[in-house]
């Protein structure tokens, strides 16, 4: 199953809801991401039949390795792209909001090359 823009969007949200150590339940997404219940539990339904999630009897979700790997990716490129932009002088909600769009759909190559550029850049 081809993972859409959305699927990474919800992916991304599960891994930064785990970063404190707990796993995630459908309405943390809701909460977070501010959609509504059935659209939540759709996505979360497709992710699961897809492997990129498990979801345990009691409703916590967790990633399967295909699902971190790919998270970890658009969470990477989300946090460089908005401080790529953050130093072109682009305000912070701005940065982020445009960032979210961005690495989705940046190739493999920009982005390595804004990367390169941010992590050896001192000023």
């Known amino acids: 199953m081809a993972l859409l823009e959305s699927g990474e969007m919800y992916l991304e949200t599960i891994f930064v809801l ?4 707990k796993k995630p339940r459908s309405i943390d997404i809701v909460e977070h991401m501010g959609y509504s219940k059935p659209s939540v539990s759709r996505a979360v339904g497709l ?16 990633m399967t390795e295909l ?19 953050k130093k072109l002088g682009v305000e912070e909600k701005a940065a982020s909001d445009d960032a979210c ?8 190559s920009s982005f390595d090359a804004i ?3 941010i992590l050896t850049d001192k000023q």
């Not at 785990?18 to 150590?21: I, L, Q, T």
């Not at 699961?48 to 345990?56: F, L, P, Q, S």
């Not at 769009?101 to 493999?108: P, T």
């Open 115 to 117: 990367k390169k550029y």
């Open 47 to 62: 992710l699961k039949t897809g492997g990129y999630i498990e979801v345990c009897k009691d409703g916590f979700i967790s």
């Open 101 to 108: 769009k961005i690495e989705h759909v940046i190739s493999d």
């Open 18 to 21: 785990s970063k404190n150590g």
């Open 67 to 85: 699902g971190r790997e790919i998270a970890e990716k658009i969470y990477e490129r989300h946090t460089i792209i908005t401080s790529f932009l």
